[in-house]
């Protein structure tokens, strides 16, 4: 069986990884002609994800342009995974995703951060956005309504429109904000979460009733932020018609996961993947390298039954950082890469705490990953590649505070878009 | 209930000095048998009392104590004799019996023992009996901290304290009980009184849920990490001993960890890979004229101090030393020893009037929560899934408290204590807040930055594994997701939120 996939063909490339990463490198791969078989152990980080793409937020004062404050971003910061991304490979990943994006679209670019309120009416910077959530951009907004479902316990107006009124943006005045409890229709059911609500959302009559509801309590707020629930594959014809009939420009907050913008992207890239031919095989949790002669020659695959051999040409290893269990930390504290043993770089040295007593530090632990060459391939003590047709993506890679940055889906983007790019370039 | 007119003043929220910070164990007095009969004995007639009063604060788990390959055989023999002596029932059941009902337990083990060990929510019981004292007229009053014991000539006449805004209040006093434990060497130096109090720090850790359904000790002389507790939807392993110069100090060594953690492997094999999901030292009160070396040792009993015998002060009375287990019993010898000094006889009830609540006797039972939620599955939100805490119990523990703090909730309703140690329910609960008790944007934030900080101080010491998972993906609900850290006016929150 080693040397040939499951389904008797050697694939071209395994990603191992369906967030972000794992689905730009495996979308870019397929299209481009490759066989490629993506593995997952669950549905992918990108379904908990807000779906904005943050490129670079913090630096850590507040990011106006990512795009122009990247060079000294590097300079301060020579591990980050952005060291490998210039300015010109950011703007192709970014339009390569926007091309990519078909039922609704995508706007901004790393030239300027927008502001967007959070959930708890922080105004975030963000670069590339969901067009159902730019127009929340409080840089263009003077006087908005804020609006809560009564069911969902996901989403506080009050403390996001209280919060947006305290938040003064530098150069500009802050935002008149008032909140808005709506109640819309049910069926009786007190405890309604997001996924249900985008469900809803996508039926014309129970948009209409609570846009009819909306129309109602408005006065003369020029916008109106809601919970990021406007439906799934039809999100913009659903949020066109929302705005419409409440008359006034809607735009979207998202909130916790699960989200209802991170499984749209998430739906829209699996589907690309398939229609380019690429495979996607779910509830399989990759564990080790499959090697020959000391060569990778695939991946090793547990599935509910039994272990199996995906071979490949190269490997994509996408499986994310802390949070998602690509790098675990046992109880003896001792860090390592979760599915090949790769070096691990970052980790506190001997007797140094990994975390620090205060929530808001910022912890040893936190930037510990693999490191990756320049052609995103992971490498050793000295500085070499451990397998040549062995990349990696996204969280994974060490040398980034990505929540604390705004980073996180800009870096999972362009070094997804780059590994990709790396194999393509082998295939020639 | 004996009629007097009282006052109630505890320097932070109730329970949160000691009496929060133990492991939920109510002895049997299996523990102390063989060493501090005394002791053993009277943690049996409270377990029987309180399993009275307290109904719905106890589950009624059973305890095992057993003989693992590192324990000494023959203490089995001893502590049967010494239960036997002292009246606590015991019954052996053979090993397979054992391991029937506790499939996790070591398969290695010898010999197996059966006690009524159960456990106890502390901070129910506690809310129980202010709520039982309120009843009768007691005056309470959380943060309110005793700044200075005032006296006329050799006779203390009552308590200066200071409120959380800082305002002080005199309380005049016919008498004054100090009730504060590890504390209360402070509290009597104020009265011009010398206690000596033996802090003797222990450490616990909470794994995300149970490991075992029945109270397990290893039956041996009592050491460190030898009791594993189920209670509620988590198990605690504990505990330690570590004498410490000040009784406010918590913290929390990686070799005490690791200490526990291997201690639990002994009890349960596999122990170290389970999810563990927080850790919390609490300080015990060990009264001792003379000091001993080392505070294990030193008797769990309690005493009473009439300080006009020892310091020649009046009105001013010290009850230190004891146990969770026998609070009713230190209250009851406290309040018998205030009638001596008043001039007045007057019988205790507290042993046999069912506190509010419990008046059905009925247990507490791990599934209450779940059929509470069925009840209205559809009426109400769920607001913590961890901890089953639905939204109109969540405003309503807030309005009668009258707190902007998540911690308070916290003791009451377990808000954040599950497996996600606050991800979900912190955010939800922060909005219902903002609304429920009319805050402003800056109070409802610095709410929830507050329990961010407090959750994360009971973590922060042993993350690895899943727990440390569940970390990130709170991290970047809060800072990737919603920002936290750039809420507005928040600035001076970070720099001087509490550790």
């Known amino acids: 069986m080693s040397g040939r996939a499951g389904d008797g063909r050697m694939a071209d490339a395994v990603v191992v990884g369906a967030g972000m990463a794992g689905l730009t490198a495996g979308v870019r791969l397929a299209e481009a002609g490759l066989r490629v078989v993506t593995?997952?152990?669950?549905?992918?980080?990108?379904?908990?994800?807000?779906?904005?793409?943050?490129?670079?937020?913090?630096?850590?004062?507040?990011?106006?342009?990512?795009?122009?404050?990247?060079?000294?971003?590097?300079?301060?910061?020579?591990?980050?995974?952005?060291?490998?991304?210039?300015?010109?490979?950011?703007?192709?990943s970014v339009n390569w995703l926007k091309e990519?994006?078909?039922?609704?679209?995508?706007?901004?670019?790393?030239?300027?951060?927008?502001?967007?309120?959070?959930?708890?009416?922080?105004?975030?910077?963000?670069?590339?956005?969901p067009e159902t959530m730019a127009g929340g951009?409080?840089?263009?907004?003077?006087?908005?309504?804020?609006?809560?479902?009564?069911?969902?316990?996901?989403?506080?107006?009050?403390?996001?429109?209280?919060?947006?009124?305290?938040?003064?943006?530098?150069?500009?005045?802050?935002?008149?904000?008032?909140?808005?409890?709506?109640?819309?229709?049910?069926?009786?059911?007190?405890?309604?979460?997001?996924?249900?609500f985008g469900r809803r959302f996508e039926e014309a009559a129970f948009r209409s009733a609570v846009a009819a509801e909306l129309r109602a309590a408005l006065h003369d707020e020029q916008a109106v932020g809601m919970p990021a629930v406007l439906g799934f594959d039809h999100v913009g014809s659903v949020w066109t018609e929302f705005q419409e009939a409440v008359g006034r420009p809607v735009f979207e907050i998202p909130?916790?996961?699960?989200?209802?913008?991170?499984?749209?992207?998430?739906?829209?890239?699996?589907?690309?993947?398939?229609r380019a031919g690429g495979r996607f095989v779910l509830g399989a949790q990759a564990v080790g390298p499959e090697l020959r002669s000391g060569k990778l020659v695939g991946v090793r695959i547990r599935t509910a039954a039994r272990e199996t051999v995906r071979a490949a040409r190269s490997v994509v290893l996408a499986t994310g950082g802390l949070a998602s269990g690509g790098i675990e930390v046992d109880s003896r504290g001792a860090v390592r890469e979760s599915v090949l043993g790769l070096p691990v770089w970052g980790r506190p040295s001997g007797a140094e705490p990994g975390f620090l007593p205060r929530y808001l530090d910022e912890h040893p632990m936190d930037s510990v990953g693999v490191r990756v060459d320049r052609r995103l391939r992971p490498v050793g003590p000295g500085g070499e590649p451990v397998h040549e047709n062995l990349h990696a993506a996204g969280a994974v890679i060490g040398g980034a505070r990505p929540w604390r940055e705004k980073s996180g889906d800009g870096i999972s983007l362009s070094t997804g878009y780059l590994a990709a790019g790396a194999i393509l370039e082998d295939a020639e | 209930m004996r009629g007097?007119?009282?006052?109630?003043?505890?320097?932070?929220?109730?329970?949160?000095?000691?009496?929060?910070?133990?492991?939920?164990?109510?002895?049997?007095?299996?523990?102390?048998?063989?060493?501090?009969?005394?002791?053993?004995?009277?943690?049996?007639?409270?377990?029987?009392?309180?399993?009275?009063?307290?109904?719905d604060s106890i589950e009624d788990t059973g305890g095992m104590f057993v003989t693992t390959p590192i324990d000494d055989p023959g203490y089995a023999d001893q502590f049967v004799q010494a239960c036997i002596a002292t009246g606590i029932p015991v019954e052996e059941i053979p090993v397979a019996e054992a391991?029937?009902?506790?499939?996790?337990?070591?398969?290695?083990?010898?010999?197996?023992?059966?006690?009524?060990?159960?456990?106890v929510d502390c901070w129910q019981v506690v809310w129980s009996t202010v709520r039982s004292a309120a009843e009768h007229g007691a005056r309470i009053f959380p943060y309110h901290e005793v700044v200075k014991v005032t006296r006329d000539g050799s006779r203390v006449t009552g308590a200066l304290v200071r409120g959380p805004g800082g305002d002080e209040v005199q309380i005049r006093a016919e008498v004054v009980i100090s009730a504060t434990g590890a504390w209360a060497g402070r509290i009597a130096a104020m009265a011009g009184c010398k206690v000596n109090v033996l802090p003797g720090k222990g450490i616990m850790v909470a794994m995300s849920h149970r490991l075992v359904n029945t109270v397990v000790n290893r039956c041996e002389s009592p050491s460190d990490g030898d009791i594993l507790v189920p209670i509620h939807t988590v198990s605690v392993i504990g505990t330690t001993d570590v004498q410490v110069a000040d009784p406010d100090d918590w913290s929390i060594s990686h070799a005490e960890i690791d200490q526990m953690l291997e201690a639990g492997e002994n009890l349960v094999p596999g122990f170290r890979a389970a999810r563990a999901l927080r850790v919390w030292g609490g300080v015990r009160p060990l009264f001792q004229d003379d000091l001993p070396a080392q505070s294990r040792d030193v008797t769990r009993a309690h005493a009473v101090l009439d300080h006009s015998d020892r310091d020649g002060v009046e009105r001013f009375l010290t009850i230190v030393g004891g146990k969770f287990c026998t609070f009713r019993l230190m209250a009851q010898d406290a309040v018998?020893?205030?009638?001596?000094?008043?001039?007045?006889?007057?019988?205790?009830?507290?042993?046999?009037?069912?506190?509010?609540?419990?008046?059905?006797?009925?247990?507490?039972?791990?599934?209450?929560?779940?059929?509470?939620?069925?009840?209205?599955?559809?009426?109400?939100?769920?607001?913590?899934?961890?901890?089953l805490i639905q939204r109109g119990r969540l405003e309503d523990a807030m309005v009668q408290r009258g707190t902007a703090n998540l911690d308070d909730i916290r003791r009451?309703?377990?808000?954040?204590?599950?497996?996600?140690?606050?991800?979900?329910?912190?955010?939800?609960?922060?909005?219902?807040?903002?609304?429920?008790?009319?805050?402003?944007?800056?109070?409802?934030?610095?709410?929830?930055?507050?329990?961010?900080?407090?959750?994360?101080?009971?973590?922060?010491?042993?993350l690895h594994g899943d727990q440390l998972r569940q970390a990130w993906l709170d991290n970047w609900i809060f800072q990737g997701v919603l920002d936290v850290e750039h809420l507005p006016g928040m600035a001076q929150t970070r720099e001087h939120a509490p550790v």
């Open chain 2, 4 to 55: 007097f007119s009282t006052v109630l003043v505890e320097r932070a929220d109730l329970a949160t000095g000691t009496t929060g910070r133990f492991h939920g164990l109510l002895h049997s007095g299996g523990r102390y048998v063989v060493k501090d009969p005394k002791a053993a004995q009277e943690c049996l007639a409270e377990n029987v009392a309180l399993r009275r009063i307290a109904a």
């Open chain 1, 39 to 92: 593995v997952a152990k669950g549905l992918g980080s990108l379904r908990l994800a807000p779906a904005t793409v943050d490129i670079l937020g913090y630096g850590p004062d507040r990011v106006d342009s990512p795009a122009r404050a990247l060079a000294a971003f590097v300079a301060a910061h020579p591990d980050h995974p952005y060291a490998l991304v210039t300015p010109g490979v950011l703007a192709k």
């Open chain 2, 99 to 119: 391991l029937r009902r506790e499939p996790r337990l070591n398969p290695q083990i010898s010999r197996a023992l059966v006690v009524p060990d159960a456990t």
């Open chain 1, 137 to 196: 951009d409080i840089r263009a907004l003077k006087h908005v309504a804020i609006i809560g479902l009564r069911a969902l316990k996901d989403f506080h107006p009050a403390l996001v429109a209280d919060n947006l009124r305290a938040s003064a943006v530098s150069g500009g005045a802050a935002v008149e904000a008032r909140s808005i409890m709506l109640n819309p229709p049910t069926g009786g059911e007190a405890d309604v979460g997001t996924l249900a």
């Open chain 2, 412 to 462: 009451i309703l377990r808000l954040g204590m599950g497996p996600c140690q606050g991800g979900f329910c912190t955010f939800r609960a922060t909005g219902i807040l903002h609304q429920a008790m009319k805050l402003s944007a800056s109070e409802a934030n610095r709410a929830m930055l507050e329990f961010l900080q407090e959750r994360w101080k009971g973590v922060q010491p042993l």
């Open chain 1, 255 to 274: 909130t916790i996961p699960p989200s209802v913008p991170g499984v749209r992207l998430a739906r829209v890239l699996q589907e690309r993947l398939r």
């Open chain 1, 100 to 129: 990519r994006v078909n039922t609704y679209a995508y706007l901004g670019d790393p030239e300027v951060n927008m502001l967007l309120p959070t959930a708890v009416g922080v105004p975030r910077p963000s670069a590339v956005v």
């Open chain 2, 336 to 387: 018998d020893a205030a009638c001596t000094v008043l001039g007045t006889q007057r019988p205790c009830r507290t042993a046999d009037e069912p506190l509010p609540d419990s008046a059905d006797g009925r247990f507490y039972w791990m599934g209450s929560r779940l059929a509470r939620r069925e009840a209205s599955l559809h009426d109400d939100q769920l607001i913590c899934e961890c901890e």
